[in-house]
Nanobody
Framework: QVQLVESGGGLVQAGASLTLSCAAS????????MAWFRQAPGKERERVAS????????YYVASIEGRFTISRDNTKNTLYLQMNSLKPEDTAVYYC??????????????????WGKGTLVTVSS
């Protein structure tokens, strides 16, 4: 079991940078592959980025065009999403999610087991 709490959201202007954090409870954080999702008003939830247990393998949705970086610090039980050159289209509630994985290097699949409550990112034009 793991409990996830996102933070770092807020209101920023287009072109700004923002870093989101996801704090995980317990001492088993390194057992989980992690991911960031987002959901904009009236749109479906989409996977933004994923990361393997050891942090060495990552996935990004093509639409972010290299602007975001997912990372993790297993010593701090924390997942990060660094967002640069933010656009109004990035406005959404961002969710942290976790899934238990057997391999250190594997990326999460379609199913995620645990979710945070989200943090709102609003990008003004």
């Amino acid at each position: 079991q793991v409990q996830l709490v996102e933070s770092g959201g807020g209101l920023v202007q287009a072109g700004a940078s923002l870093t989101l954090s996801c704090a995980a409870s317990g001492r088993t954080f390194s057992r989980y592959g992690m991911a960031w999702f987002r959901q904009a008003p009236g749109k479906e939830r989409e996977r933004v980025a994923s990361i393997s247990r050891n942090g060495r393998n990552t996935y990004y949705v093509a639409s972010i065009e290299g602007r975001f970086t997912i990372s993790r610090d297993n010593t701090k039980n924390t997942l990060y999403l660094q967002m640069n050159s933010l656009k109004p289209e990035d406005t959404a509630v961002y969710y942290c999610a976790a899934t238990a994985l057997a391999l250190l290097t594997a990326l999460p699949g379609d199913g995620m087991d645990y979710w945070g409550k989200g943090t709102l990112v609003t990008v003004s034009s």
